[in-house]
Structure formats: C-alpha cells, structure tokens
C-alpha cells in the first residue's frame, strides 16, 4: 500500500468497483478500501435492475460500459409488475424496457476483478476511520485507516469517493452546516427491510413478472415482494417503516407469509435471510465538498419508492467520472472547480427523474387500506398513472381528469384533492431539478427552496423524533445464513 493515491474510493460494492474501473481506465491512479473480503460483499436487496440503466451508463459518457449481467450473474428476465391491493386483487404495470434479477454477489466480484483488470489496486479487510481535513475544513485530503493487519496509518489522496453506502463513513463525519447535506439519513427517509432467497416446492405463478403486496395494516409504509429468480426461487422480502410493528421486520415478514399458503406451505426452504435499513429519499442536495464525491447509497442516489439502488449507483459512477477525470487533469480538486459538474449533470438528469418521487411517497404510504383498495380497484389510478409515476412524471390531475378519477373514486375525496396536491409539488420539484444551480452561490438559494418544497411531508411523520436517530443508525441487521 502506498502512501497516496489520485483517488481513494472507499467501498467495492457495485458503485465503487464501477466507478474504480472507468477511472482505472483513464489512466488515473485509483485505490480501493474494502472493509470485507472481496468475494464476501453481500448486500440486502431485491436485485433488480433494468437494461435501461447499462444504456444509461454509455449515454452518459461513451467512455463508459458495463456489460450486462452474464449467463452466471443472471436470473430471470422481469416483464412487469403486479401490484395488489389489501384485498388482493391484482393490477399489472410493464417495466421500462427488460428487467432483470440478478445474482448481486457474482455480478459484484465481476465488477472487481474488471477495476482491478483496469489498473486499480485493491485492498481488503480495511478499515476507513476518518477524514484528513485541510485547516480550513473545507478539503478532504485523504484518509486515516487500519489495515487488515491492524496498522493506523494516513493514506493522502487528491480526491475521495465515499462509496460506502447508506451509513455514508465520510459523509457524516463533514461538518453538516459547510457541506450543506444531512449527514444522517432521517427517519422518515427510511424503511426497516427483511428478506430471504426462497427456494419452493411449487412453481411460481407468472415468474417473469415482479409481485408487490400494498397493506398499510401488515406493511406499513412499505410493501411485501416477490422478486422470482425463476419459477421454484425468488428473493422475497418486506419493508416497513422503522417501530411500526412490534418485532420489526422479521416479524411483519412471517405474518405475510400466511397470506400466501400455496408457495409459503411448510415445505419450502430459505438459503440465505438477513435484513437492512434501506434510504428512500431524494438524492443529497450536493454530492460534492473539497476533493470528496458521493456516489450510490453514500450520496442517497436510491428510487425513493422503493429504494432500488443498482441502477442508480452504476449511473451515478458514469456521471461522476467525468468530472473527477477533469479534476485531476486540472489539479483543482475544490468544491467549485469541475467535480461541481457531477453534481449538475445528475440532478439534471437523474435527479429530475427520481427526486419527485421522494415527495409522492410521502402521500402514497399515508394512504388508508380503504383508500388503496379503492384507488387500485376502482382504477382511480391506472397501469398507465403508475408506469408514468415510477418515471418521476407527476399524473395528470387537472380538472377534467380530477373529475373523473372523483366519479371513480367518490369516497376516497379527500385523498385524491392531497394527491393533487402533491402531483403539483411533484411538478415544481422536477423543473428545479432540472435548472439545478452551476455555482455554490446559486445553489444556496436552490436549497432553501427546495428544503421548502419538501418540508410538508416532514410535518405528516409526527411521530419520528430526532432522537431517535442515532439508535436507528445502530439497529442495522447483519445478514444471517438461514
């Protein structure tokens, strides 16, 4: 290990190893600190992504391509989604070009070997401490770590990326009134998640089409799913919001299982469980400080429904790129100079995309069972509401259509009056996201009104307190083999 490098990533999950391999590939010196061993990186999701986001990433930059997943790192192809309503009745949406589950853990160690291919170095079993600052405070200039063999040592660097997830090592070690960020992620932001890889005896009905279960009784803010890996497997999992169900999670999951007899029979069997806090949020209102990025969870670069985080950590790395390239050509690694780039060309474009639906959340996990089952029944939103939702396009709720969905929807009134609301907030979030500031001076103002826009939702959470933080932060699960 050498005592500098141009660029430090911390995290070799999807994002970093992505991120590592396009810089690698530019000539640029890049070290990588895992804190697991290569290989044993496994993550709590859903895996799932979709074969826009490989498009997204050449879009992005021509300089950069991931293959998409090979034969070993995949699953099943995904055509849909059916969502049910507390009563179960089911209402099928299509995907945004193919979907796909894949197997994370393959598909990751491929992506370390190709930043390690790309001139990368790699180190494992590393411990980030904490942040070298300047005098100022207002430059990252490295990094203190324990190694694998226990040694604190200081390794400088013109540049750090915090790739390390939703617990974000560095992020929360800035200070929060000069980076202008949260260094921690609210309650409200986020949901408590379990799931197991299911292995069944029966075949899945409709395998290639994602199930999501919608019941504010059983999974309160959140939903259940099925995610099939083909038609006797599937990734299948929870999230709810954090304290609802006493027990939590695990919980909340067992009880769920009774509600599908003909798979969950007594007979199947769980490979692998484990749980995870999961961010459902917009993305940081910066991504940047002096010489330090966010990417992926670090930087809440996540579907705020959802908190799907493949895609959007590779599109992220592609848009990062770049801007770190031109920074280390230049040698002005501050705030100001090109990384601020990053941040403009993926709230402009991603951003604009995914942020909104931060705000449509809030609205749509307040909704009464009464209210879903009315408005997926009555088809007061339709497949075509929702295909257009899940792209950041807020539904069309002026009058004449307020009408209608109303005659559809009569006894759910004053929902459909907060939807509009919230359809319009929606809207005035994607045109900012889309004129996102060029300069730190404009963009003071950007977030004052954008923090503005968003405040309402914080106001419905009134039962999460700032307290409780901290203790949510520890109650992280750690996967377990079942």
């Given amino acids: 290990m050498e005592d500098h490098y141009d660029v430090i990533v911390i995290g070799a999950g999807i994002a970093g190893a992505v991120l590592a391999k396009f810089l690698g590939q530019r000539g640029i010196d890049v070290a990588v600190f895992e804190k697991f061993k290569f290989g044993e990186i496994h993550k709590i999701c859903g895996d799932a992504t979709s074969e826009w986001h490989f498009d997204k990433i050449t879009e992005i930059d021509s300089k950069n391509v991931v293959d998409p997943p090979k034969e070993e790192e995949f699953y099943n192809y995904i ?110 932001d986020l949901v408590a998640a379990h799931r197991e890889l299911v292995q069944f005896n029966t075949p899945i009905e409709d395998p290639h089409h994602i199930r999501l279960y919608f019941d504010t009784t059983r999974c309160p803010g959140g939903y259940f799913w099925i995610f099939p890996q083909n038609e006797y497997a599937a990734n299948v999992g929870l999230g709810i919001e954090p304290r609802r169900i006493e027990g939590g999670p695990r919980v909340a999951y067992a009880e769920w299982e ?23 949020r917009r993305p940081m209102d910066t991504l940047v400080y002096g010489g330090l990025v966010l990417i992926g969870d670090a930087g809440a670069c996540v579907k705020a429904t959802d908190g799907g985080g493949i895609g959007l950590g ?44 931060a705000i449509a959340k809030v609205t749509l996990v307040k909704a009464t069972n009464n209210e879903l089952i009315t408005l997926l029944g009555k088809q007061v939103v339709t497949a075509e ?18 009408i209608k969905r109303a005659w559809r929807g009569k006894t759910i009134i004053p929902f459909l009056l907060r939807l509009r609301s919230t359809m319009k907030r929606m809207a005035d979030a994607k045109k900012m996201y889309e004129t996102y500031p060029d300069n730190w001076e404009d963009f003071l103002k950007w977030k004052k009104k954008i923090v503005e826009l968003y405040q309402d939702r914080k106001r419905a959470i009134e039962y999460y307190t700032e307290t409780d933080q901290p203790e949510m932060l520890k109650k992280i699960v750690e996967p377990s083999t079942a």
């Fill in 258 to 280: 009774k509600r599908e007899p003909e798979l969950f029979n007594g007979n199947h069997k769980s490979l692998h469980s484990g749980g995870a806090t999961v961010p459902l």
């Fill in 79 to 188: 055509k849909g989604f059916n969502f049910y309503s507390p009563t179960l009745e089911k209402f099928a949406i299509p995907t945004d070009g193919d979907g796909w589950i894949i197997a994370r853990q393959k598909f990751g160690i491929r992506l370390v070997r190709e930043a390690k291919d790309s001139g990368t170095k790699l180190f494992e079993q590393v411990t980030v401490l904490k942040p070298i600052l300047d005098e100022s405070g207002y430059n990252v200039m490295g990094l203190q770590i324990k190694t694998a063999e226990g040694e604190t040592k200081n390794i400088s660097s013109k540049i750090v990326v915090d790739a390390s997830g939703m617990a974000s090592i560095i992020r929360r070690q800035i200070d929060e009134e000069k980076a202008k960020w949260d260094k921690i992620i609210r309650h409200y």
């Fill in 314 to 357: 590779m599109t992220s790395s592609s848009h990062a790129a770049g801007p770190i390239e031109k920074a280390i050509k230049t040698g002005d690694y501050s705030r100001d100079g090109p990384l601020w780039e990053y941040n403009v060309n993926f709230m402009r474009d991603l951003g604009a995309r995914e942020a909104p639906l």
């Fill in 385 to 402: 509401d929702l295909y257009d939702l899940n792209n950041g396009d807020p539904l069309k709720m002026g009058f004449s259509s307020l």
